[in-house]
């Protein structure tokens, strides 16, 4: 069975989830909300180094947490992304949208 771990890390300027696993339209339920309700009051690091599957449905919930982000006036940070999460990222079109970054220093 696939399976998405969900860590969640409170920082001072962030509160960060470490994901580890496969993220998919069946696991995204797993941190969808959490991402939604954060994001609202924090700048969201997501730690995506140990993501092994990311797909079209992980991809819109990540898209609508970085929208999410521009209307609150918060950011939403991806965190040394895996290969796998960089082709995606990079398939989409999108990946100069997004804040990527290798440590969390650099959330601003």
Do not use: P, R
């Not at 997501?46 to 992980?58: E, Q, R, Y």
């Not at 999108?94 to 959330?107: A, D, H, R, W, Y």
Request: glycine share 4%.
């Amino acid at each position: 069975m696939e399976q998405l771990t969900v860590i969640k890390k409170d920082g001072l300027e962030y509160v960060m989830f470490e994901l580890s696993g496969v993220f998919n339209a069946y696991t995204a339920v797993t941190i969808q909300e959490k991402l939604y309700d954060a994001i609202k009051k924090h700048n969201v690091v997501l730690d995506l180094s140990k993501v092994v599957v990311l797909d079209s449905s992980a991809m819109g919930v990540i898209m609508a947490t970085h929208n999410d982000a521009e209307e609150y006036g918060t950011k939403l940070y991806l965190l040394s992304l895996s290969n796998e999460c960089d082709k995606e990222i990079l398939s989409t079109g999108f990946k100069k949208l997004f804040n990527i970054i290798s440590s969390v220093t650099e959330v601003k």
